[in-house]
């Protein structure tokens, strides 16, 4: 196809370049014709919002605030909020369009969005975070909607902020309206099985290669980059199952134990110690990037994009790949990622399981009712089991990695979709 032109190879990786450089080799290999590539290549819509916030000081600080929408072919928006210094309109358009492609593989009937405010909520008090985001979902108010765009917890967010969120789009409307935000607490309409459901995605996609793979988990070795939500939950579920996590991180350090390190208690250090591993004596403290270097059979990046690069993938051991984070590997590094004879189950197949229960929350809040938490784990495991055949299967079908194959199933949805739609 004469009209993709290769993405830019600058120094530094981009998410929205690595984004689109697999999207143009999906594109080449399901035939896409130009009219639908046009569509789907930027986002449907770009807002960029200043936030003025009064601080605890008296001060007035700005802040930038983004959402992207980035398809609503397949229906509605979805997608999470970000609070992180480092947000911004590259990374969010990325994140957007990971969110459509996610969405399509495990066939929900979302589009894709992805939202973010420029902050560093570690530094800032409950108060100060709560002004934020009343302020951001004030001024959201006519791009998010149960019907339209629905906001999720992401990096920086949990149900706390997705608390605040739904009740200030509430107020607004004048009544309770629960399914505008999906990771809410339970007693406001949140889902069971929510907190854990990303994590128990890459578990199920991570058992699912290993059977592959042929890779007994009972002798398996496992390193977890990254211990927030989803990197603490799918330690905590692949060691339930026999795995042997003999490394761990979070932004304060890395941890390494050759004979295992036990997850449960470092989950209740975690929690004793405001939510960081800083101080843990379980294992010995090692570089954070020697982590992802590690001789293991497993490696679960769950933490932030491109982590695994041009830079370092020379160096890495492990047999699978299982990506916890949206876009832990960069572009440039998949070829010899495929050379190594690596499996990599991509981030829109391995932690769609978080979005997948989310669809559950909003499903459930539009029916009035409660699902137990076998109902919401068995379907949702059924789901990441069924999205995971068909990306192997389409792997072996194209001769493709499961990355660009799980690219071939998302794209080839959401341009069927199109065509039957129509433009005008
Ligand atoms: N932020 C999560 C993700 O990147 C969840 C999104 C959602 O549940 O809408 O998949």
Known sequence: MAYIEPAPIKDKDNPFESMMSRFNIAAQHLGLDDEIYNVL?????????????????????????????????????????????????????????????????????????????????????????????????????EIFGPDKDIPAPDMGTGPREMAWLMDHYSRAQGMTVNAVVTGKPIVLGGSLGRTEATGRGVMISAMAAMEKMKINPFKATCAVQGFGNVGSWAATLLSERGVKIVAISDHTGAFYNPHGINIEEANAYRMQNGGTLEGYKGAEKIDAEELLTLEVDVLVPAAVEDVITKNNVDKIKARLIVEGANGPTSAKADDIINEKGIMAVPDILANAGGVTVSYFEWVQNRLGYKWTSERVNRRSDRIMKTAFDKVYATAQEYGTSLRIAAYIVAIDKVAQTYKFRGGF
Not at 60 to 74: K, Q, W
Not at 97 to 103: D, E, I, N
């Open 41 to 141: 290549k930027s986002p449907t819509k770009q807002v960029i919002v200043n936030l003025p916030i009064t601080m605890d000081d008296g001060s007035i600080r700005v802040f930038e605030g983004y959402r992207v929408i980035h398809s609503n072919i397949l229906g509605p928006s979805k997608g999470g909020i970000r609070y992180d210094m480092e947000v911004n309109l590259d990374e969010v358009k990325a994140l957007a369009a990971w969110m459509t492609w996610k969405c399509a593989v495990v066939d929900i009937p979302y589009g894709g969005a992805k939202g973010g405010i420029k902050c560093n909520p570690r530094e800032m008090s409950p108060g100060e975070i709560e002004r934020l985001t009343r302020s951001f979902t004030q001024s959201m108010h």
